[in-house]
């Protein structure tokens, strides 16, 4: 039974047996077509706090933590994509579901491209929130190596006391930072005896998820998506609106547009990585907007198989 402030804001907090994994999930209720929705590496499901309440009256969201993260367990391996795809197709078993659209923010749309392409007979719909459209750069750009990569990918600091991690997270999140956000990303860390606080996600597990990005990237992946797919990246602030990254992203989204063989490209304008944080109505709409108009064909029964 959820309690205090999972009341407020509007999600029981549950448990299921997947496998060997223990795994922590928020159901934010509803009658609606099931929406599961992945978080990020090194997040965990309440990074879906700002956003589910705005879906719940047309969707049920399922948000798990994934292995390794939140309060799931913390398996020594797994971090493969087949073995993460196999886990969230057990969780809609374990729950009773045969079919859901899936979210992946990030690292987790990284997750959900490979749920799409694994599982085509559970999944409906496939939305992905600035994540899973950055694995052609690799053979696009000679300095593109798999140092250069790790560096870049390396785990945050996380160092110093709960204080210290709350003001430097209030000072990359400035943009939208409140009490809300500063809840949510305490859920992904932990603090230790002496007040020293770690990230949830341990160093050699967030070791193993970059080598599966590296040696599997998202653009091996792209053309076996069968779903319906939006592609929902982050327009960048005007002052970074012409950085590398920036054209980089350009780039891969634009790539993983030509290659994902049904799909659209939404925008949210002038944002952050952390979407749902910064723009949760906009990110919201964008997405009920999609679903409205693909889940009712894609989940209504097949009249002309009973004619």
């Known amino acids: ?18 496998g060997d994994l223990s795994v922590r999930y928020l159901d934010w209720g509803g009658d609606g077509p099931t929406v599961l929705a992945l978080h990020g590496l090194a997040s965990s499901a309440n990074w879906y706090d700002l956003v589910s ?16 993260h939140g309060r799931t367990t913390q398996a020594r391996s797994g971090y493969d994509w087949q073995t993460l795809s196999s886990d ?3 969780l809609l078993d374990n729950l009773g579901i045969d079919r859901a659209a899936v979210l992946g923010h990030s690292w987790g749309g990284n997750v959900a491209i ?13 939305v992905m929130i600035d994540g899973g ?16 990569f790790k560096d870049r990918a390396a785990p945050r600091d996380v160092s110093g006391t709960r204080e210290d991690f709350l003001k430097r997270m209030s000072r990359q999140l400035s943009i939208c930072w409140n009490e809300q956000v500063a809840r949510v990303v305490q859920t992904m860390v932990w ?45 960048p602030l005007p002052e970074r609106a012409n950085s590398e990254f920036a054209v980089w992203k350009r780039e891969g989204v634009a790539a993983a547009s030509m290659a994902i063989p049904s799909n659209r490209v939404r925008w949210i304008p002038e944002t952050i ?4 944080y ?12 999609f679903l409205t108009e693909v889940l009712p064909r894609a989940q209504e029964p097949d009249a002309e198989a009973g004619a």
């Open 1 to 18: 039974m959820a309690s205090g402030i999972e009341e407020t804001i509007g999600y029981a907090e549950k448990w299921a047996e997947v």
């Open 53 to 68: 309440p705005l879906l719940r009256k047309n969707y049920r969201i399922i948000a798990p933590d994934q292995r390794g």
């Open 88 to 90: 969230a197709v057990a």
């Open 114 to 126: 490979n749920l799409a392409a694994d599982a085509p007979d559970r999944i409906d719909a496939l």
């Open 133 to 148: 459209t950055f694995g052609a750069r690799r053979a696009s750009s000679q300095d593109w190596t798999w140092e250069y």
């Open 191 to 235: 603090e230790d005896e002496s007040g020293q606080m770690h990230d949830i996600l341990r160093p050699d597990n967030h070791a193993q998820v970059l080598r599966a990005m590296w040696d599997h990237p998202a653009s091996d992946t792209w053309p076996n998506i069968k779903c319906p797919t939006l592609i929902v990246p982050a327009g």
């Open 273 to 276: 990585h952390d979407i749902g």
């Open 278 to 289: 910064h723009k949760p109505r906009e990110l919201a709409q964008v997405i009920d907007e």
